[in-house]
């Protein structure tokens, strides 16, 4: 079940950020998950507000229902709950993580055709800081995503790097002042693929999207992932109690005792209202 050569996906992986493992899941099990998708996009017909479970965009109604985002998708639907542990996205992460991997959180970001909300540039880490940064994003296309309908876009080597300010006057916004930070998106690339396919990013990894202008909806399934022994610095509720946090390990063993590295970390307090979701959060910095 080898998904290519580990040395060179660990090499790709540690030296650009990222790397793209093309239709990971199979035809049927990448059905599965749109039939699940748009399961869950009907429910929130019934819903008028965003809330724990849905972000909502402003023109959502029940007649039309458009949904940004659908909450840790993997508690809302046994379909993507069996995905957390699919074998394929295991062996990867053993490369790229070793052998002892907890699953963090989950979401399902959908850009609905003809002006899905974009994401504004930032790193993982601003959001969830760690004792260490081995922890990733796995982000699987429920779709084909190419050029026209709002590929997620990463900063190749960013990972490298520092990490960035995330803070707009003194509250944290979720996202990048790509001026003051003087960084150029230019080299970005765009990450594309057939449905199935997934992309694994690193947690400092700088990146983004922008709004959905095709006729296709874009939905990306996002798992995240950490080492064992990466502890949560701050929002450890996002694991729920101790004995969830255990059940959440997909690989190995857990462990007490957390690896400490000296990597820089901005703690993401004070935070906007509505600081439950990224849009809101960085919608936030535009009125600051």
């Known amino acids: 079940?080898?998904?290519?050569?580990?040395?060179?996906?660990?090499?790709?992986?540690?030296?650009?950020?990222?790397?793209?493992?093309?239709?990971?899941?199979?035809?049927?099990?990448?059905?599965?998950?749109?039939?699940?998708?748009?399961?869950?996009?009907?429910?929130?017909?019934?819903?008028?507000?965003?809330?724990?479970?849905?972000?909502?965009?402003?023109?959502?109604?029940?007649?039309?229902?458009?949904?940004?985002?659908?909450?840790?998708?993997h508690e809302h639907h046994i379909v993507f709950s069996k995905a957390t542990h699919n074998p394929k996205i295991l062996e990867v992460l053993k490369i790229l993580l070793g052998g002892n991997v907890r699953l963090r959180n989950s979401k399902l970001n959908i850009k609905a055709a003809h002006g899905g909300s974009p994401v504004d540039w930032h790193q993982d880490w601003a959001f969830y800081p760690h004792t260490n940064q081995d922890l990733l994003a796995v982000g699987i296309m429920i779709d084909k995503i190419d050029e026209e309908n709002a590929p997620l876009m990463i900063l190749p080597k960013s990972h490298l790097g520092k990490t960035l300010n995330h803070h707009h006057n003194g509250i944290f916004s979720g996202s990048v002042d790509l001026k003051k930070e003087r960084i150029d998106t230019s080299k970005a690339?765009?990450?594309?693929?057939?449905?199935?396919?997934a992309s694994f990013h690193h947690v400092k990894a700088l990146h983004g999207s922008s709004p959905n202008f095709s006729n296709r909806d874009r939905r990306l399934l996002l798992f995240e992932y950490a080492a064992a022994d990466a502890w949560p610095l701050v929002d450890f509720e996002v694991y729920g109690n101790y004995?969830?946090?255990?059940?959440?390990?997909?690989?190995?063993?857990?462990?007490?005792?957390?690896?400490?590295e000296n990597v820089e970390i901005i703690i993401p307090y004070p935070r906007p209202p509505n600081a439950d979701s990224i849009?809101?959060?960085?919608?936030?910095?535009r009125k600051l």
Do not use: W
């Open 1 to 73: 079940m080898l998904i290519g050569d580990p040395k060179i996906l660990k090499k790709n992986y540690d030296q650009h950020g990222f790397i793209v493992v093309n239709e990971i899941f199979s035809k049927s099990e990448t059905k599965d998950m749109q039939l699940a998708t748009e399961e869950l996009i009907d429910q929130s017909r019934n819903h008028k507000e965003s809330d724990s479970k849905f972000d909502l965009e402003k023109d959502h109604s029940k007649n039309k229902p458009r949904v940004q985002r659908i909450k840790v998708p």
């Open 189 to 197: 690339i765009k990450i594309k693929g057939n449905a199935g396919s």
């Open 243 to 260: 004995s969830e946090y255990e059940e959440k390990m997909v690989i190995g063993k857990s462990t007490l005792r957390p690896r400490c």
């Open 279 to 285: 849009y809101k959060i960085q919608e936030s910095r």
